[in-house]
């Protein structure tokens, strides 16, 4: 993972406050479509720094990025024990008290909804319905007046697994064809017994600096799951107005009656929320979002994984509303015949202005052309279609047209 790229597609952040790393960039420097350095911020140009906040590399190549950084603090991790249907619930609350507060134009009843997820996180071991929900709370004391609890540094392996460890960092070459191994593949329970043996370290309740209280994917960890059990991610992000309804239709679809969908899973999914974002193609343009991130073991040894696509299909379907995370699996095969018009309402045609202007004859388009058409807009005004760069003006899309969907889709 490069900076550039995470930027690009809006990846991680976990924070009603922070939001993505994107939310984080001042100023961006990208080399353009005609050959030129250009510099993007929100003060020289509000439209554009929002199309290049989240530009999923169809603007340009960023090649420099100013970052605001927050100093590392102490922070107290705490987890609780759940199934999804509890976490659901709770998530249901906070969905409402949302929803009420945000009627009422309550402000601060809406900030209060929001930190009763800012923050938090949960890993969900599919297989055995238990979710553990985690939480931080800033101590606002520095690292150094903090003991941590425990103390693996002595011990490079386990200091890997406890948290991020730059000196070791293995080459991550994997060997093609990447297949399940066979217990894997027939044995879920013995799995799920494993699996949230090795996520226990990630979730153990402690006192930690900033970059190790957080949960991230560790060297060690990665190492075992390319080589042992390798697998596709896809991320999804739900809105916080349907967050919690959309996990109990979840919950009705794996573990409801008859249902054997638990059976086709084995990697932990992991939830977390999100707040709003400005950038065009922010998943959480438009206001916050629950982020969903789910694996698929079974697909790439060449086995259809049914389960697993019934889940997506629910997350992408009208009770979830969930959009793909751009920098993740699950193009094409979760968002064929992609309309932008209806998964981003109020953002796509700006960001369509924006690559008119820095890309006008496509060179950036890339796979998303072949592969989903995904860069596609189309614009109507007073009810007749127009072509689409009528409609762009210095500020982006013209609010005297329509965005309009793509037409080849509905055929
Ligand atoms: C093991 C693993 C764990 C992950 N964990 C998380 C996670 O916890 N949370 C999360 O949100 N995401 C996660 N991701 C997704 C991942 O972090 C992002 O997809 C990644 O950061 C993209 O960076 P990259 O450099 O690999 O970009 P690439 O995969 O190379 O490119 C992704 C997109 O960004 C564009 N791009 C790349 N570089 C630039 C650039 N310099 N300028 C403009 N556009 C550019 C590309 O054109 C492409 O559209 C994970 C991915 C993996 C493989």
């Not at 890997?160 to 399940?180: E, I």
């Not at 970059?211 to 992000?237: D, G, H």
């Not at 193609?281 to 991130?293: A, C, D, E, F, I």
Request: hydrophobic fraction near 35%.
């Amino acid at each position: 993972q490069t900076i550039g790229g995470a930027v690009a597609t809006a990846t991680h952040g976990s924070s009603m406050r922070y939001g993505s790393l994107s939310s984080q960039v001042v100023e961006i420097a990208a080399v353009l479509a005609n050959g030129t350095l250009a510099t993007f911020s929100a003060a020289s140009d509000p439209h554009l720094f929002k199309a290049f906040g989240v530009s999923a590399g169809r603007l340009g190549i960023i090649v420099k990025l100013k970052m605001t950084i927050i100093p590392q603090q102490a922070i107290s991790r705490s987890k609780q024990d759940l199934t999804l249907a509890r976490f659901a619930d709770q998530v249901t609350a906070t969905q409402e008290a949302y929803k009420a507060a945000k009627a009422a134009k309550d402000n601060l009843a809406v900030q209060k909804a929001l930190f009763s997820v800012h923050e938090t996180q949960a890993l969900w071991l599919v297989e055995r319905d238990t979710l553990w929900r985690v939480d931080y709370q800033h101590l606002f004391k520095e690292p150094e007046e903090v003991l941590e609890n425990l103390n693996f540094s002595m011990d490079p392996t386990m200091h890997s697994f406890s948290g991020p460890n730059d000196q070791t960092v293995f080459a991550q070459a994997t060997k093609a064809p990447l297949r399940a191994n066979a217990a894997m593949t027939t044995n879920p329970a013995y799995w799920g017994v494993v699996y949230s043996a090795g996520a226990q370290t990630y979730v153990r309740p402690g006192t930690f600096e900033t970059r190790k209280a957080y949960m991230s994917v560790t060297e060690a960890t990665t190492r075992i799951s390319t080589t042992l059990a390798p697998y596709i991610q896809m991320e999804v992000a739900i809105p916080l107005e349907i967050a919690g309804t959309c996990l109990k239709e979840v919950n009705k679809v794996v573990y409801g009656r008859g249902s054997q969908v638990s059976r086709d899973f084995r990697n932990p999914a992991l939830i977390r929320f999100v707040s709003g974002e400005p950038f065009y193609l922010s998943p959480t343009h438009g206001g916050p979002r629950m982020y969903v991130n789910i694996e698929d073991w079974l697909t790439l040894s060449g086995t259809p994984n049914k389960g697993y696509d019934q889940v997506l299909k629910t997350f992408r379907g009208p009770k979830c509303q969930g959009r793909l995370h751009w920098g993740k699996g699950g193009w094409p095969e979760y968002a064929s015949c992609f309309d932008g018009a209806t998964e981003y309402p109020d953002s796509w045609c700006h960001f369509g202005c924006a690559v008119q202007t820095l890309d006008p004859y496509a060179k950036f388009e890339g796979v998303g052309a072949d592969r989903t058409a995904v860069w596609t807009w189309n614009a109507t005004r007073n009810g007749t279609v127009v072509p689409f760069d009528t409609c762009c003006t210095d500020t982006g899309f013209s609010p005297e047209c329509t965005c309009a969907s793509r037409t080849d889709c509905h055929a």
